[in-house]
């Protein structure tokens, strides 16, 4: 060790790893008393070392709280967050700097405004320490320091995040003692799932995606798991959400009920559909686990008519039918050609995916005019199912099929009709043992060009899981503590303001490039766009981790007004893309 703590402090400035040696031999307590002495010693002028530091050790503390230790409440329990992506990772490397896409569920340090929980966040990656302050101060709680807990597998790989924590039994005990430290005081050296267990409902644990990984982890940690049981999952597929829309008599484009898994199955199903409905112009494939509409691809119909045409005309002895088989394998010649969604994505790697993960087609719903909104809900153990909330989705990609971001609510024109779907299918969920929440994509088009009063409803999908305006949602929530109406679709704060947003996971520009998210926390005092208290209006960002590689960014701008979140979104577009970097 060092001779002198100036002289650790020296060494650490240089070479943050050093901090992990010299403490190597100390115990979890000392190792945190002599970090705290530490950073007090510190020049906070120099930002990168502070940073460097902090990133550093922010996870290698071994999950001590960095306040000091009391006594827990009786009323005391603990939230363990495992923000895994666990869905195919061939599909999540789509998506531009998925690897921070973790940080979506950095909204869950909000709910430490109640001051009887503990929260335990793992994440793949440490955090920058600029991101993890930042939402600590929207807590604004004097005592969040003791009751919020870091973990990471320092993993980057593409596996789930849960896997590498099922991979690492260390950090497993580490977790449960961290777990029954916040409900004891103290905890010994080794805790066992059965230690945890006993603690019920005090100790539960939240995923994003819930497969059975998740399902694994929370039984290793011995935390109830909340969201749907495991045997429900089939209900959130493109497949099991059609035969849902079927069975409750929600409208819903044509197709299939049941998964395809090859190409000549697929080229079968679509010809069948084809002859059902002979206008049809474009079908859409969907990947039974395609993630925020990347799994998708479009047919155009018309090069198979122009194929089929074309063998006809030349016919020595022209027929006046074209055979089913002819048509199979029309279509089957086309399918190389469909639209891939996703960057990158052709037939090949996509008919492997179709193989291993299944698909279901179903006809693409024409018309001028679509608006892309879906609802949230919530499915309680009592099997009561609520409306929690409602959204216009922003949509992007080569055909409108790539989830952007979302406006907050969705158009008054439909939503309340889009609530009774959404019951419907959500009694249903509920028979079948469904739970926790739920979302439903939907596809509104006015029946009249000219006419945004009548619109045909279409059901799309479910999502038996977190979504992509969970967090926009949840940060609402959290910071004003209001309520969504069901009567009205209005959100009103418990001020008795109403509040709206916009928000995106893709705010990505080519001058963001570099910025750090100490740079950003810097920015955003200087011009102002931080989140207001008082008002409880402004902006919250996310993903700050993908500013520097990607130059990409999240945000939800809450507003009082519709035009209101307007203002705040393009302001913060404007204030960040302005800023001199030189």
């Keep these: 060790m060092a001779s002198s703590t100036s002289d650790l402090v020296s060494a650490i400035q240089e070479n943050p790893a050093v901090m992990l040696e010299a403490c190597s031999g100390l115990s979890d307590d000392m190792q945190l008393e002599v970090f705290n002495k530490l950073k007090k010693q510190l020049n906070y002028g120099n930002c990168l070392a502070l940073d460097r530091i902090d990133s550093t050790l922010q996870s290698h503390m071994l999950g001590q709280p960095s306040g000091r230790v009391v006594k827990p409440s009786d009323d005391s329990h603990v939230m363990v967050i495992i923000p895994s992506l666990s869905s195919d990772p061939e599909e999540l490397k789509k998506i531009e700097g998925v690897q921070h896409y973790e940080e979506r569920q950095l909204f869950h340090i909000l709910r430490l405004r109640d001051e009887s929980l503990t929260l335990i966040l793992i994440t793949s990656l440490p955090l920058h320490p600029s991101v993890v302050n930042y939402y600590l101060t929207l807590v604004q709680s004097k005592t969040v320091d003791r009751r919020f807990i870091l973990f990471s597998t320092f993993d980057a790989s593409m596996q789930p995040l849960s896997q590498k924590i099922l991979d690492r039994p260390i950090l497993q005990n580490k977790i449960r003692r961290a777990i029954v430290r916040a409900l004891e005081g103290s905890a010994p050296e080794d805790v066992t799932a059965e230690d945890v267990l006993k603690y019920g409902s005090r100790a539960r644990t939240v995923c994003f995606i819930p497969s059975t990984l998740e399902y694994k982890l929370a039984n290793t940690f011995g935390c109830e798991i909340l969201c749907s049981p495991e045997d429900t999952q089939f209900w ?13 008599e929600v409208p819903h484009p044509i197709g299939v009920y049941d998964s395809i898994y090859s190409a000549q199955d ?44 074309a063998n006809y005309k030349f016919l020595s002895k022209r027929q006046h039918k074209v055979t089913k088989e002819e048509r199979v394998e029309s279509i089957k010649h086309e399918l190389q050609k469909m639209r891939f969604q996703a960057a990158n994505e052709n037939w090949e790697s996509f008919e492997k995916k179709i193989h291993r993960l299944g698909c279901i087609v179903e006809q693409y719903v024409e018309g001028q005019g679509k608006q892309s ?48 779907y959404t019951l419907k299918v959500g009694k249903l969920l509920s028979k079948h043992g ?44 959290q910071l004003t503590n209001g309520k ?34 100490s740079d950003l926390m810097r920015i955003i005092k200087r011009r102002g766009i931080e989140f207001d208290p008082e008002t409880q209006t402004g902006v919250v960002f996310h993903l700050m981790g993908a500013l520097s590689e990607f130059g990409k960014l999240g945000v939800t701008c809450i507003g009082n007004t519709v035009e209101g979140a307007h203002e705040i979104y393009q302001k913060t577009w404007s204030t960040v893309r302005g800023v001199n970097y030189a």
């Design 236 to 248: 959130g597929t493109k497949t099991g959400s059609r035969q849902l829309f079927r069975d409750s």
């Design 484 to 517: 969504y109406q069901f009567d009205s679709g209005i959100y009103v704060s418990e001020q008795g303001q109403e509040k709206y947003y916009i928000a995106t996971d893709n705010l990505q520009e080519q001058e963001y490039k570099g910025l750090l998210p």
């Design 373 to 420: 909104p879906s609802v949230q809900a919530m499915i309680h153990e009592d099997g009561r199912v609520e409306i929690l909330s409602s959204h216009e989705q922003v949509l992007g990609g080569p055909d409108g099929q790539v989830y952007l971001g979302c406006h907050f609510p969705c158009d008054p024109a439909y939503r309340v009709q889009l609530h009774e």
């Design 266 to 309: 697929l080229a079968l199903q679509l010809a069948e559909l084809w002859e059902s409905k002979p206008a049809m112009t474009r079908v859409v494939v969907k990947l039974n686990e395609g993630f925020s509409g990347e799994g998708n691809a479009l047919l155009d119909m018309g090069p198979v008519i122009s194929r089929l045409y």
């Design 434 to 477: 469904a739970r926790d929440r739920f979302g439903i994509d939907y596809l509104c088009v006015p029946e009249k060009p000219w006419d945004f009063e009548q619109w045909n409803v279409f059901a799309l999908e479910i999502n038996l899981r977190s979504g992509g305006t969970t967090h926009p949602y949840e940060t609402l929530r």
